[in-house]
């Protein structure tokens, strides 16, 4: 087995912009997050989870569109190998949806939190230690470059928040891919907006946002948006 992309340099990753260095770019942003989080509580904890979310399911969603299908084609056990860790973000993907409907003072918010850490900890180390290497040895550094733009175009418009019951897979991540995405950063522009408004204006804003929340979670419930995936990972 290869190197971990952790441990080479950006040549021999394959340049600049390599889907390899994309994606160790964005590891090591969710590695400042995660050591951000540690200790934080309340409004401040908050934050750091949205700055989180906003990073993982982007990276995820563009990995699952651009970079599984290449990895099925090119290795033998491609299926296997992309399998544990999709696996790995439909829990993600459940577990910050979890998170979201639980109160501060809820005794379950600690154990799902530090076990949010855990998979996204376990991912990333699949990622460059098994999968990426893997890719590697499959792929010249132009074609590296070539998959890393197309990774990149994907992961600007792809969703920012969890979607649990959505496939892992296409056709339904990528039928599904468009109207989440608008949905979810409209609901992060309205978010953004009703935490600089004055307090009596906010209960406004909530409403908006839920109301896309729910027209999200109508997209995630057509049948088309469930196929794909096998076995299937998503709820």
């Known amino acids: 087995m290869g190197r971990s992309i952790a441990d080479q340099t ?5 340049g600049p912009g390599s889907v390899l260095v994309r994606q160790r770019r964005d590891h090591v942003d969710l590695d400042r997050l995660l050591h951000e989080l540690e200790g934080t509580t309340g409004q401040a904890q908050e934050e750091v989870l949205t700055r989180i979310d906003r990073l993982v399911f982007s990276h995820a969603f563009a990995e699952e569109s651009v970079l599984w299908p290449v990895l099925r084609r090119v290795l033998p056990d491609g299926e296997a190998l992309t399998l544990r860790v999709e696996e790995e973000h439909q829990e993600v ?30 991912d990333v180390r699949d990622e460059e230690d098994v999968l990426f290497p893997r890719l590697q040895e499959k792929l010249d550094p132009a074609q590296l470059r070539r998959l890393g733009r197309q990774w990149e175009v994907v992961r600007r418009v792809s969703p920012t928040r969890p979607h ?33 408004v004055p307090e009596r204006l906010a209960p406004a804003g909530k409403a908006v946002s839920r109301g896309l929340a729910g027209l999200a979670g109508l997209v995630e419930r057509v049948p088309v948006a469930r196929r794909g995936d096998r076995p299937p990972t998503s709820r």
Not at 10 to 14: F, I, K, N, P, Y
Not at 181 to 189: A, F, M, P
């Open 93 to 122: 993907n459940e577990l910050v949806t979890e998170l979201e409907t639980l109160g501060h003072d809820d005794p379950r918010r600690a154990q799902r939190l530090s076990r949010l850490v855990e998979v996204l900890r376990e």
């Open 164 to 196: 649990p019951m959505v496939s892992r897979r296409p056709p339904g991540n990528a039928l599904s891919a468009l109207p989440l995405s608008v949905l979810d950063r409209s609901r992060d522009v309205v978010d953004a907006v009703v935490r600089r």
């Open 10 to 14: 950006v040549e021999e990753l394959g």
